[in-house]
């Protein structure tokens, strides 16, 4: 079945240096990838989408790269602080009927900074 | 300030004994979703809804009802709650077709108890 899962469920960095989050996909019919971070206690948080005819989109310190090939996403985080430690998951929404507007999210990749 | 919010944020019942959560957001968004949240399965669809009186199924819709009477509000309704609905669920909000889906917006979550 269509599934969006994730490399590794910890990452650990050192403060400063960058950050790479990986995720793998299955279902080629999505249309976006999205990331969202959610910080301990609360909700996700929108970071950065991307739409599945591009290969790359940069933000704030982020950046995702899509290889469509080998069907894979990472999020790149730049200079990484302390505030970036949180889970962080990738989402796909894809255009298979009924479920054009819905979000498929993994189960998440636990970044910690180190001081 | 622009939000979602949900009541109660904790909650500890019995089985069988009915219950609401509710979710209300300030940003005129037309689409609103219900997550659960459980170790290792990330978030996982339950309903949404495209507008007013406009309701779906998610991924895991069975044990739950919503509505949507109004805009802003999109209560979760749980008829009869088993053990297996112990989770945390998020309530989140999206402009939909005037803005984006993709772009979510989460409530602070509300964990939920069945004994």
Redesign the interface.
Same mark, same amino acid.
């Given at each position: 079945g269509e599934s969006v899962g994730l490399h590794l469920p910890t990452l650990s960095v050192q403060e400063g240096d960058n950050s790479i989050i990986n995720c793998a996909y299955s279902n080629s019919a999505s249309d976006y990838f999205i990331w969202y971070k959610q910080e301990s206690g609360k909700g996700p948080q929108f970071i950065i989408d991307i739409r599945s005819n591009m290969d790359k989109r940069q933000g704030q310190r982020v950046t995702v790269l899509l290889n469509k090939t080998v069907k894979h996403l990472s999020l790149q985080i730049a200079a990484t602080q302390p505030g970036d430690s949180a889970v962080y998951f990738c989402a796909e929404k894809a255009l298979s009927s009924g479920s054009a507007r819905q979000l498929t999210f993994g189960s998440g990749t636990q970044l910690t900074v180190l001081p | 300030e622009a939000q979602?919010t949900q009541n109660p944020r904790y909650l500890i019942t019995v089985t069988g004994k009915k219950l609401t959560v509710t979710c209300s957001q300030n940003m005129n968004h037309e689409?609103m979703s219900w997550?659960r949240q459980d170790p /290792?399965? /990330?978030?996982?669809?339950i309903y949404?809804s495209?507008n007013v009186e406009v309701t %779906?199924k /998610? %991924?895991v819709p069975e044990g739950y009802k919503v509505s949507r009477k109004e805009k802003r509000n999109f209560p979760l309704i749980l008829e009869s709650p088993s053990p297996n609905q112990t989770s945390l669920y &998020?309530c989140?909000s999206a402009a939909?077709v005037l803005g984006?889906?993709?772009?979510?917006? &989460? /409530?602070?979550?509300t964990r939920l108890t069945v004994l």
């Open positions: - | 979602v689409y997550y /290792g399965l /990330g978030l996982r669809q949404y495209m %779906d /998610g %991924d &998020f989140a939909g984006s889906y993709n772009e979510q917006f &989460f /409530g602070p979550g």
